[in-house]
């Protein structure tokens, strides 16, 4: 099933496209651009709806990032927005694919989507790109011991991060990973596996996203906490 993620600050609007969408598609969603973008690097949606008008990060740059970062510039970007369409083409500048006024009209939505798509599926997206955020990776040792540290991330790429620490983390290790950004934002659960030194002498490892059993996915969970 093709993924969609879908950015929008309002919960309602969120729910409408889930409810109408569902069937078809599978739905990830945040009202958070910030939290989009990590979605994005993490989810390789094969299309992303977005609203123009959010706190923080706006639509407006979000869509800039997206689409002129390799890693996601071949995703098209639908904008979903009730302002004035004179928006339209300089939405279009940015990178995005579509423009829709709301209230939406979703058989003309389908129609985009199903062309947009083409019939094999997008192709994967692999590679990875510098990214530097700070991390808390909280677990346990194979011994019980329970852990908490703080880790430096110096890319990111589909299913996870490589990062530095000063501490050390436990071979193997399942860990909770949050990123910490002024707050704690919960990501999911990866598994953290040695990598080669960094060049600070800091232990250099990667933590991969896993579903609840622990198997391995190539995905950030979904249900990120708020």
Do not use: W
Not at 8 to 16: A, L, M, P, T
Request: charged share 25%.
């Amino acid at each position: 099933m093709r993924r969609l993620l879908i950015v929008d600050d309002d919960e309602g609007i969120r729910k409408v496209f889930r409810t109408r969408l569902q069937d078809s598609y599978e739905i990830i969603d945040t009202g958070d651009p910030e939290k989009a973008f990590l979605m994005a690097l993490l989810n390789r949606p094969d299309v992303i709806l977005m609203d123009l008008s959010m706190p923080g990060l706006s639509g407006f740059e979000l869509c800039r990032m997206l689409s002129t970062l390799q890693m996601t510039q071949q995703i098209p970007i639908f904008v979903v927005s009730g302002q004035d369409t004179r928006n339209k083409a300089f939405c279009q500048s940015l990178g995005a694919s579509r423009y829709f006024e709301k209230p939406i009209d979703f058989a003309r939505l389908k129609s985009a989507l199903a062309l947009a798509l083409p019939a094999n599926g997008s192709k994967q997206r692999t590679e990875a790109v510098s990214y530097k955020a700070i991390l808390k990776l909280k677990g346990r040792s194979e011994g019980g011991d329970y852990f908490e540290v703080r880790a430096t991330t110096q890319s990111v790429s589909p299913g996870g991060f490589l990062c530095g620490c000063h501490a050390s983390v436990p071979k193997g290790a399942v860990v909770d990973v949050f990123l910490c950004n002024g707050g704690e934002l919960y990501l999911g659960r990866a598994r953290a596996s040695k990598a080669e030194e960094a060049g600070s002498g800091d232990s250099c490892f990667t933590v991969q996203f896993i579903d609840a059993k622990g198997e391995g996915q190539e995905k950030m969970q979904q249900e990120v906490l708020s």
